[in-house]
């Protein structure tokens, strides 16, 4: 058993569409499993494939496949912690020359 695997409790490949845009309008990408499954805290989705690269001025829709890892309860209290405390590294931006004001 790995360390990773106290995390997760089950695995799901299924079909996925990716939707990704890059024009003046919008700039995104979109990834809608099949089923509509509900992500909770700490699932991990990862889309298998190659890079996708959409150049300017154009948009693709395409279809992949997806694994879905479903966080155990260890795995859904960590990434609630965790993300509770990511939240203070968006403090640390600033916009300034960093000299004194």
């Known amino acids: 058993m790995r360390a990773g695997d106290l995390f ?3 695995t799901i490949d299924l079909p996925c569409r990716i939707e990704i845009e890059n024009t003046f309008e ?3 990408a979109h990834v809608v499993l099949d089923g509509d ?3 909770h ?3 991990k ?3 298998h494939g190659e890079p996708i690269a959409v ?5 693709l829709t395409l279809e992949r496949t ?3 890892r479903r966080a155990g309860a260890l795995g859904r209290w960590w990434a609630t ?3 509770d405390l990511e939240i203070f590294e968006m403090f640390e931006v600033s916009f300034t020359s960093g000299r004194s004001l």
Not at 55 to 59: K, M, N
């Open 8 to 10: 997760y409790t089950d």
């Open 26 to 28: 919008s700039l995104h």
């Open 45 to 47: 989705v990862t889309v």
């Open 81 to 83: 912690v965790t993300g």
């Open 55 to 59: 150049p300017y001025g154009e948009s």
């Open 37 to 39: 499954p509900p992500i």
């Open 66 to 68: 997806a694994t879905l």
């Open 41 to 43: 805290p700490g699932d």
